[in-house]
């Protein structure tokens, strides 16, 4: 017999741990509302057409693939087979891939139905994508992301308010985090500087595993990128400058004079602080440097959060793309944008334990089941019990009461109600409370009084 398993990064969430997510998925769902955003979803899979050539080439090994159905052998070049040229047999049998992010299927959708979108559209999705990682702590091959994303709007109040956002959910979780900002104009400003500004792509990339392969592992990889010692050097002095916010943005603003590019990052970083300061933020928000974000299609201003309690990786992250439609076609749409990664956030606050008290409390009040004529007494009870918006059961069949008190326990359900053949005559119920171990006897008519 075959022992059951899953794929290696995935997993099975029982109910308590549902619940857990659900509480995830409403609170940041609730904020997403609370600031305007309306929900789409876009299907699992969508064409590799429209994912490849979007994420960097090492995104697009990343990507699921999937095969086509079939005899999809039948049409691959029999030289390709031969010599095992993955690369051109992918292209011929798989013609389909699951999402890598929501955001490219995101801007297929603007693009796709522009005509029926009123700008700036301000969305929210709330769905799974798939990875082809190696599986490790808090990086997971299939996980959640809650995305939201303002398009056809290049107003910085827009950056601002996805800030507000952030920090409004991560004060309702009662998490403590830094929120780390940075500018991909400013990035590429500093390119310019050390003379690698063909070079952006490969050095964002390299920068942005920081966190996991050290500044060794990213000097390492910029060498085989090719990008000149005395580069490397001048890249270090730049993005590991010291002092406060307000000095890093001083020495920029003097050091990036002859980029024109360079100036208009360091100019929206400077708007973006202003008005984050007249926003009120709780939570820290510091200037970063070192944050790159290694997806191509950034432009302007990136984002990520760090949990301060908690060793993981990034919580959050976003930033501006100015032109992702155009490759769909619709030119010229600029979009802002966040996720959320409910995965690792799960993570923390299970760490933590930072959910609310009886977030497991699903069933409010359990009926007893003694035999088929008191069922047939107690279903009109469920009815108005449920009515009334109390969770309600009937243990389905006539086990032993320590059976069923034992389902009621396991549970957490608070409330048992027994109702014999004698207390129908009388029209009464027995109710315990399982929590404190009270019990009393009620008439039918003033059930819902208790447990309202």
């Known amino acids: 017999m075959q022992k059951p398993s899953i794929p290696k990064g995935t997993r099975d969430f029982s109910p308590e741990e549902m619940a857990k997510r659900n509480y995830i998925f409403d609170t940041i769902r609730s904020v997403f509302h609370l600031y305007g955003f309306k929900q789409i979803e876009t299907p699992a899979m969508e064409n590799l057409s429209t994912l490849t050539g979007k994420y960097g080439e090492e995104g697009d090994k990343l990507l699921f693939k999937i095969l086509n ?23 011929q049998i798989c013609e389909k891939g ?36 190696r599986p490790q702590k808090g990086r997971y091959r299939e996980f959640f992301q809650c995305d939201a994303d303002i398009v056809g709007s290049n107003a910085l109040l827009n950056e601002v308010e996805l800030i507000q956002i952030i ?31 063909d070079k952006l792509a490969d050095i ?34 730049f993005i590991l400058l010291n002092g406060s916010d307000r000095e890093k943005r001083s020495t920029l603003r003097a050091e990036l004079q002859s980029s024109e590019t360079g100036m208009e990052g360091v100019e929206e970083i400077e708007t973006l602080f202003q008005k984050i300061d007249l926003s009120k933020i709780k939570n820290k928000v510091e200037l970063d440097l070192t944050l790159a974000r290694g997806l191509n299609y950034y432009t302007g201003a990136i984002f990520e959060v760090k949990a301060l309690d908690v060793e993981i990786g990034s919580i959050t992250g976003g930033g501006r793309y100015d032109n992702l439609t155009g490759v769909f076609g619709l030119m010229n749409v600029s979009g802002v944008g966040i996720s959320f990664g409910a995965d690792r956030i799960f993570d923390v606050l299970n760490q933590l334990n930072l959910y ?45 009461f320590n059976k069923q008190m034992t389902y009621a326990v396991s549970n957490k359900i608070p409330y048992l109600v027994k109702i014999e053949e004698s207390d129908m005559q009388e029209d009464k119920a027995r109710v315990k409370n399982l929590l404190t171990g009270k019990q009393q006897i009620i008439a039918i008519q003033d059930l819902l009084e208790i447990f309202l």
């Open 167 to 197: 920090d409004e959910v991560y004060q309702r979780f009662g998490m403590n985090v830094c929120i780390k900002i940075n500018n991909r104009k400013i990035l590429s400003g500093i390119m310019e500087k050390i003379d690698a500004a």
């Open 204 to 237: 964002t990339v390299a920068i942005d595993k920081l966190d996991k392969i050290g500044w060794d592992g990213v000097n390492e990889e910029l060498n085989s990128k090719g990008i000149e010692p005395e580069a490397v050097k001048k890249l270090h002095s």
């Open 69 to 91: 159905s079939g005899d999809f052998l039948s049409i691959a070049n029999p030289d390709d087979l031969k010599n095992r040229n993955l690369t051109k047999l992918t292209n």
């Open 98 to 133: 699951l999402r890598y992010d929501l955001t490219v299927p995101f801007a297929r959708f603007v693009a796709m139905h522009r005509n029926e979108i009123t700008f700036p559209f301000k969305r929210f999705q709330i769905q799974p994508v798939w990875r082809a990682d």
């Open 356 to 400: 609310p008290e009886n977030l497991n409390q699903q069933t409010k009040v359990l009926f007893v089941n003694f035999g088929e004529k008191e069922e047939n007494y107690i279903l009109p009870i469920l009815t108005e019990l449920r009515k009334a918006g109390i969770n309600t059961e009937i243990y389905p069949g006539k086990d032993k």
